[in-house]
């Protein structure tokens, strides 16, 4: 099937799942941005009824530990492309299925939850997607501070390009997030082809999980 052929809710998980890095970024600006891998994952057409991803965020030292676990669910409202952002009941039971997707065979509607308000709203562009926040609705207490999270990104088949902040409902004035700029990440490796195009998908087999020791550029070896 062409690509275009596909559904827009389908091209964008593609464009955003995979495991993605930003060591270039953390190599060019050491004190302004950590290495950190985010590992999307396409979920079952089961879990939201449409398309979904398994979303893990974690420092490159600490892979095991990842700071943020999420699903994210894609859809179309009134001709709109959507993100619905959700949380999971028991996080840790998932940690590590960026590096071993079997791990998400398991995961089913019962086991994640919605974040009110953590909705984005995307649009496409010539080279891919572009998305933002809607609304203040999407509350994040940081350092006893009451935030809503407004988030701006860009993604094509290789690259994501994220801004996270957290602002004051009142002000808009920035809590939380990056001074510097959005998070560049390229993309190590795609699981586009994971991705489900509708109910009747039938999934190819997985990948086997990566090694237990990975080796980044800076000729580091990491034991994870
Ligand atoms: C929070 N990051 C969030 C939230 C959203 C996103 C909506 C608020 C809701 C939540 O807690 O999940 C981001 N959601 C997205 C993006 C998309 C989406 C980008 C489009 C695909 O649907 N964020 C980064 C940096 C890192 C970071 C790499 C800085 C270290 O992009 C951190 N984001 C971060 C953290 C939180 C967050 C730590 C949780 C804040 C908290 O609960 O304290």
């Known amino acids: 099937m062409p690509a275009s052929d596909l559904s827009r809710t389908v091209r964008l998980a593609q464009c955003l799942s995979g495991h ?28 939201f009824n449409g398309v979904g991803l398994y979303i893990e965020q974690a420092y490159d030292l600490s892979l095991n ?14 001709g709109q492309l959507r993100i619905q952002n959700y949380a999971l009941h028991n996080p840790d039971s998932y940690t590590g299925a960026g ?17 009110p308000g953590c909705l984005s709203g995307v649009e496409e562009t010539d080279t891919g997607f572009r998305g933002e926040s809607i609304g203040k609705g999407c509350r994040v207490v940081r350092k006893g501070r009451e935030t ?9 088949e290789t690259k994501f390009q994220s801004l996270d902040r957290g602002l004051d409902p009142e002000t808009d004035e920035m809590v939380w997030g990056s001074k510097m700029g ?14 489900p195009t509708g109910p009747d998908w039938v999934a190819p087999e997985l990948p086997k999980p990566e090694k237990k020791t990975v080796a980044d550029t800076s000729d580091r070896v990491i034991s994870i």
């Open 20 to 47: 993605l890095h930003n060591l270039q970024q953390a190599m060019d600006s050491p004190i302004w941005f950590a290495n950190i891998h985010i590992y999307q994952c396409p979920l079952a057409w089961s879990v």
């Open 65 to 78: 530990r990842p700071y943020r676990q999420r699903a994210l669910h894609f859809f179309e409202e009134e």
């Open 99 to 115: 590096r071993d997707l079997s791990m998400l065979k398991s995961l089913t509607a019962t086991d994640i939850e919605i974040l």
């Open 148 to 156: 809503y999270s407004f988030i701006q990104f860009e993604v094509t």
């Open 182 to 195: 959005p998070f560049q990440f390229d993309k190590k490796e795609s699981f586009a082809h994971l991705v």
